[in-house]
């Protein structure tokens, strides 16, 4: 048999065993992690959806801080760019209409708002409540049991063996000796002060170990029945922001075309302005009758732009951070308006 033979034939069983191996490992692990979840507390599942709802409303809220950052931004070059168009075109093309007796329409003396409304960041934000184990509230109500099983006790005994109540002084021995072998003569234990005085300790410590331990399990319960609504409020809150994420994308996207669509009309106005001035320059026309039929034709094509420009400029384009229908409108028209003058341009 050859070398290579040899060595396949070791190899195989070899790695078969490994892979047995690596399963049972696996297998083991898997195990280990189930009884560690199992032997979970309420509490500690409780702080673990606690610790998952905080760190998902951060991250939504991080996230919406985010976009409302860029939407600024935009905002910022969008008023950027109607105050150029606003004093280098709009305004000097209007005074031009006036002073040629062709204005229609009431000079725009201010700069409209940009009209962005986003939404509120913490409308309807979770309140997330932390936690408290009940233990300190279980300890104070276990050491106020374990007092008035005592007083009880002290009170029964009395009774039964006919002493003053409230005795005549305090510490008193003898009365308390009388008292624990009462007790322990109860039980069939003879008058033995020391059984009595073992099985008043251990009634107070159960009662109070029972207290407690109500307490902390309705404790334990309300936490987690606190945290699961929690979850589920984050997870509404967290589909509800990431809806307003997308409609704020609509208004950004939004924004944006209508700043390009500002700097279009710029440039044109710009345009039809030179050729006014050159137009009434050079005709030195009286009046708006006396000006060439292409002075008029590029006067009507002026006012045509700035009425459409304006209305852009005019109306608001989100409201509760919602893109408006009249917005999306506007911007269409006033695209089509501007897209037409330039395949005129160019055909």
Same mark, same amino acid.
């Given at each position: ?129 932390? =936690? ?44 308390? #000796?009388?008292? =624990? ?54 997870? =509404? ?12 994308? !609509? ?21 039809? #302005? ?36 304006? /209305?852009? !400029? ?17 911007? /269409? ?9 330039? =395949?005129?341009?160019?055909?």
């Amino acid at each position: 048999m050859s070398e290579e033979k040899i060595e396949s034939s070791v190899e195989k069983p070899a790695e078969e065993a490994v892979e047995k191996v690596e399963e049972k490992v696996e297998g083991t692990q898997e195990k280990i992690e189930e009884v560690a979840e199992a032997k979970k507390s309420k509490l500690d599942i409780a702080k673990e959806k606690i610790g998952k709802a905080k760190i998902l409303t951060a991250e939504t809220k991080e996230q919406i801080e985010a976009c409302m950052k860029n939407i600024d931004m935009d905002i910022e070059a969008l008023n950027q760019q109607k105050e150029i168009l606003f004093t280098s075109a709009l305004q000097p093309g209007e005074t031009l209409l006036e002073e040629v007796g062709a204005a229609k329409e009431e000079l725009l003396a201010v700069l409209p708002e940009s009209g962005v409304e986003l939404v509120d960041l913490d409308e309807d934000e979770v309140e997330i409540k932390e =936690l408290s184990s009940g233990r300190f509230k279980g300890f104070f109500f276990a050491l106020l049991a374990g007092m008035a099983t005592f007083m009880g006790w002290a009170f029964a005994s009395s009774q039964a063996l006919g002493l003053s109540i409230p005795p005549e002084k305090i510490p008193d021995l003898p009365r308390l #000796n009388k008292m =624990l072998e009462w007790t322990s003569g109860q039980l069939g234990q003879g008058s033995n002060a020391t059984i009595g005085a073992a099985v008043v300790i251990v009634a107070i410590l159960l009662i109070m170990w029972i207290v407690y331990s109500i307490i902390v399990s309705v404790r334990a319960s309300s936490n987690l029945r606190i945290a699961s609504q929690t979850e589920e409020a984050v997870a =509404l809150y967290c589909t509800s922001k990431e809806e307003c994420k997308e409609k704020m994308k !609509l208004v950004r996207e939004h924004i944006q075309n209508n700043s390009h669509t500002l700097g279009k009309y710029k440039v044109l106005l710009e345009e039809q #302005n030179a050729k006014i001035q050159r137009a009434v320059f050079l005709e030195e026309a009286e009046d708006f009758d006396g000006l060439h039929a292409n002075t008029k034709a590029d006067i009507a094509t002026t006012q045509h732009l700035i009425t459409e420009v304006k /209305k852009l !400029l005019e109306v608001p384009i989100s409201e509760a951070g919602i893109l408006t229908a009249d917005a999306i409108e506007t911007l /269409k028209k006033a695209n089509k308006t501007v897209n037409d003058h330039i =395949l005129k341009l160019y055909s």
